[in-house]
Every structure is written in C-alpha cells, then in structure tokens.
C-alpha cells in the first residue's frame, strides 16, 4: 500500500474559475489579463502566497502559487498540509475505497435536485490571489 | 410539487411535499425551531444551554436531551473522547462565541469526565457546575428528523426536508450532488437517497447562530486537519448527522460501521474515501485503489 505524501497539489481545474472570477485571468484562449482586471499591468514571474480557510474543525492554510507570462497565469499550484484523519489498522476494515485528488465535474452539467456541502477554500484562495494580484502588480508598476 | 423556503436556526430551510402545506403545519414547523432554538442554542442568551452555562444548575430538560446525549456519548466512545458535547468553552475561547470576537487564545480541552458533569435526571438536565452545552454536531440532524415526523403528520406523499447540507427524504428518491469542498460549482459525486437521510459537514456554517460553528478536537480544545467535507446516509438525520462529525477523526469510520452507515469523505488533499458498499456514486472512482 503506498500513500501520497502529505504535501500535495490540489489539481489546479477546481479551482480557475474562482481565479477567473478576481480579476486575474486563467490561461484560457479566449481570456486576455485586461478582461476583467481593466489596465493593471502584471510583472511575469512566479508568485506566491498563503491563503487561509475554515473548515469544520479548523482554519487552514494554503499555499497558491501562481506564474504569470504575458500577464496570464499559466500555471497555479494549491498545497495545503492535511494530516491522516485514521489509524493505518482502521482503513482496511472500515474504508471501501479510496481515489486520488477527485477533481469533480460541473454541477450545471449533472441532472441533480439538491447539493450538499458547502465550499471552503474559495476565501482562502481569493485572499492568496489578491495578494499575489498586488504584488505582481507592483512589481509592473 | 410545493416548495416553501424560509430561514431558521441560522440556515435556509427548504421543504418540499407533494401538496402545500395547510397554515396550520407551517405554524407547527415554526414552533418545533423556535422551541429547539430556545433550548438548545449556545448563540442566544436567553436559551437553556445558556443559562445552565451561566450557573443555573438544572433547568427541566428539553424534549431531545436525552436522545441527544445518548449520541453524543457514542460519538465520544468511538472517537476517544474527541467528540465532547462541552466543547462550547473550547470553541469561545478560539474565538468563535456569541460576539463572533475571533480572538482567539491558547486551546483548552473540554473536560473528558462530561457524563459526569451533564445528567439527565427526573425529566431535569443539570450540570454539576457551569458548562456550555453544545449539541452542534447532531443537532440539526435531529431537528430535521422532526420536522420531516412532522410535516408527514400534516400531507401524505413524497417529502424532501431540505436543511442546507442535512436532508430528509420520504417517498420518491432524490439525487444529491456532493458539492466539491474547494470548488462550489462541481460536485465530486452523486448519491440518489431513498427514505433515509442524508448529512453533509464541511461547512463553516453548519449551524445556528450566524453558524460560525467548528468541530474541535475535544481532547485538545484545538483544531484537527485532515478531511475538508463528509457525507454519510442513514435512516435518520440524527445519525447521519453523528457520523459525519466523527468522520473527522479517528473510529468515525467504526462507528459508520457499527451503526450501518455508509459515507464518504474528501480529505483536504483532494483524495475521496468511502464507506465498504457505498451506495454513492463518487467521480473518478474508477482511478481507484483499494486499500
């Protein structure tokens, strides 16, 4: 049985709509840096910053790293670093099954009459990316 | 179907019944909450959590204490004492009281000898000195699993009652989207739920109050991390609510399995687990390895 090490990278396709939506664009054909953050100019690079989030139990910390090229993000890493909820002897008996970083798929495109959840990162995210927003467009500036 | 929509105990309410519901059963609905509320809400001066919690010594005790505490304890054997009903002093001093003040101090442990220091005796709940209670982490399941008792009273036929993340579904089987912890616009599963009940925790507004409530560690006062949303399936929403609590620690999953409950549960990497025979439907399953 091998297990993925503790620090790992959530899959980046969760998570540009939420960047696409602050201002900042994702490297998408048809976006453009100016689209939805006016003139700000970004320096290219790589940039990150820590982002925080409440979940039931806690306030995470995440790590967002962004790089930026022509004033597009092309690349963006999240890293947070969960602990193993279970005791090794507990995961055969009880557990049924396990997935690697389950990316999802767009409720719009499922035929469902109810969700369940509530998201959590999405404020941790949006803070790490405004304050990458900033300092890369200082950095241009 | 009829759909009535409203706002209680700090999150949205939906329920949904074949045929509206008579004034008459919306006004029972009504005093049901505001009855729990009353009893149970640690948000709220003038409830009996709070006045046990500033000395009262024993207050009669609400209809659901003891079926409330009788969970609580089985939730407590099973994850050693990390689910902990006094919490509520844990949870204030991390900031997250009535003012919502987010000061946050050093984490104090909720103390473990709790069925010692909360007894139900002669229809009384007292506590031996004063305590927060908070029933945070069942108590909106059971309140869904008098509301979904209750309105059944009033119409017949199919009955969704629809807590923003705890739902309660009679009749015709409804299909419910796991909404993705880190991304509210996908879903990272489907489970289609049947005469049974259905509780999702991974929300930072899970309960009453604004709904600023956290699951602690008891043991710690302070904060787990490892699972960033759960979701668990039984035939009522108080266990179901129960099992996705303990999901966030270590022996939820033996409880899950004592009680018959399946699950499911995303843990803050990204990684997806469920329970053995998991009725849900959880995409990408097939990259699955089984432990």
């Known amino acids: ?141 | 179907m009829s759909v009535w929509r409203f706002e209680a105990i700090g999150t949205s309410w939906e329920i949904e019944t074949s045929a509206p519901l008579p004034a008459v059963a919306r006004s029972a609905v009504e005093e049901l909450l505001a009855a729990f509320d009353a009893a149970w809400s640690r948000f709220r001066d003038d409830s009996l959590v709070a006045a046990l919690a500033r000395g009262a010594g024993s207050v009669p005790a609400p209809r659901d204490a003891a079926d409330l505490l009788e969970t609580y304890a089985a939730l407590s054997d099973a994850t050693d004492g990390a689910v902990n009903p006094l919490v509520g002093a844990s949870l204030e001093r991390l900031g997250y009281d009535t003012a919502y003040s987010f000061a946050a101090s050093v984490p104090v442990p909720a103390p473990a000898d709790w069925r010692e220091r909360v007894r139900l005796d002669d229809g009384h709940l007292t506590v031996a000195e004063p305590a927060l209670i908070d029933v945070g982490a069942i108590g909106k399941g059971r309140l869904v699993d008098r509301v979904a008792a209750l309105v059944a009273t009033h119409v017949d036929g199919d009955l969704v009652v629809d807590a923003s993340g705890d739902l309660a579904v009679r009749g015709r089987p409804v299909r419910v989207g796991l909404e993705h912890p880190f991304d509210p616009t996908r879903a990272i599963g489907v489970w289609t739920v049947a005469d049974a009940a259905l509780c999702a925790s991974a929300t930072n507004r899970r309960s009453w109050g604004d709904g600023l409530h956290h699951v602690l560690d008891a043991r710690t006062g302070g904060p787990v991390r490892a699972v960033a949303a759960t979701w668990a399936v039984a035939p009522t929403a108080m266990r179901a609510d129960a099992i996705a609590t303990a999901l966030f620690f270590d022996g939820g999953a033996r409880l899950a399995h004592e009680w018959g409950v399946q699950w499911v549960r995303m843990l803050t990497d990204g990684r997806v687990e469920w329970s053995p025979g998991c009725g849900a439907e959880v995409f990408g399953a097939t990259a699955s390895v089984e432990p």
């Open chain 1, 1 to 141: 049985m091998t297990r993925a090490p503790h620090r790992s990278v959530i899959r980046l396709g969760a998570l540009m709509g939420v960047a696409g939506a602050l201002g900042l664009t994702a490297c998408t054909p048809e976006s453009s840096a100016g689209a939805a953050g006016g003139s700000e100019e970004f320096a290219d690079g790589t940039y990150s910053a820590e982002g925080s989030y409440s979940t039931p139990e806690t306030v995470e910390t995440i790590l967002v790293t962004v790089t930026l090229a022509d004033g597009l993000i092309t690349d963006v890493d999240v890293e947070g670093s969960p602990q193993r909820p279970e005791s090794e002897q507990f995961q055969g008996e009880f557990i049924g099954g396990i997935a690697d970083e389950v990316v999802g798929r767009p409720i719009d495109d499922l035929v469902v009459s109810r969700v369940a959840g509530s998201s959590l990162t999405s404020g941790g995210f949006n803070q790490a990316i405004e304050r990458i927003r900033v300092e890369a467009s200082e950095a241009a500036g």
